[in-house]
């Protein structure tokens, strides 16, 4: 029930191409979907966040597609750029879990070539 | 401070042997989380604190774990009789207390290395 599944594992783009992750959660009780960046020897740093009351947020060339029937939401990102290179993370919390903590995908290596 | 900072940020310590790893948490923050991340894995929870009320330990994997915050501030996770598989990046993050529309997102810190030989 707090599993969220997020594919694919890795990921090669090519410079100014298009970056899909997706995720998919079970927990019904989920209503709070961020996405974090993290670079090497660095902590996750928030991206962008959505709630399941919109089915889209963009944020520059970053954009949340979010599919409530379907619980799956996606994570675009545009024109991909080498310093997009990073472990992309997926998360979903909801008022059930009580603490309010976060459950973290297993993570997306993106590597952007030039 | 302008962000989570954790101690050491590297930490290499012999299998059996105690460790303790330190969060100072964004000021004004009330909530603090210890997630644990293994080499190529996602974030696994450990603890979480809120204000004055009881942590919620659920996270933690054995009772050689604990942790504590004193003050609402810095928090202090510490491993006893640490073992190989307890090596990983221990990470804090701190954030907002929980309003109606739900939390916001945290504020990670850095993380501290532990490496157990």
């Known amino acids: 029930q707090q599993q969220v599944k997020q594919s694919p594992q890795s990921l090669i783009v090519q410079k100014g191409g298009i970056s899909i992750i997706n995720c998919a959660y079970e927990?019904?009780?989920?209503?709070?979907f961020p996405w974090y960046q993290q670079f090497p020897g660095k902590g996750p740093a928030l991206l962008i966040a959505?709630?399941?009351?919109?089915s889209e947020k963009k944020e520059g060339r970053f954009t949340i597609s979010f599919n409530k029937s379907a619980k799956q939401f996606s994570l675009h990102i545009m024109d991909s750029q080498p310093g997009d290179s990073a472990t992309y993370f997926c998360?979903?919390?909801?008022?059930?879990?009580?603490?309010?903590?976060?459950?973290f995908g297993s993570g997306t290596r993106l590597q952007v070539q030039p | 401070g302008a962000g989570v900072s954790q101690s050491p940020s590297n930490k290499v310590t012999e299998k059996g042997k105690d460790v303790e790893l330190r969060c100072d948490p964004i000021?004004?923050?009330?909530?603090l989380y210890w997630y644990r991340q293994s080499l190529g894995q996602g974030l696994e929870f450990l603890i979480y604190?809120?204000?004055?009320?009881?942590?919620?330990k659920s996270g933690l994997p054995s009772d050689r774990f604990s942790a504590e915050r004193t003050g609402g501030s810095v928090s202090t996770l510490t491993i006893q009789r640490t073992q190989q598989e307890d090596s990983a990046v221990y990470l804090c993050?701190?954030?907002?207390?929980?309003?109606?529309?739900?939390?916001?997102?945290?504020?990670f810190g850095s993380g501290t290395r532990l490496t157990v030989v």
């Open positions: 993050a701190s954030s907002f207390r929980e309003t109606l529309g739900g939390i916001y997102g945290y504020t």
């Open positions: 927990n019904t009780a989920f209503d709070y």
């Open positions: 959505i709630r399941p009351d919109v």
């Open positions: 998360a979903a919390s909801g008022r059930d879990t009580g603490r309010r903590a976060l459950t």
């Open positions: 000021s004004g923050h009330t909530a």
């Open positions: 604190f809120q204000g004055n009320s009881a942590p919620d």
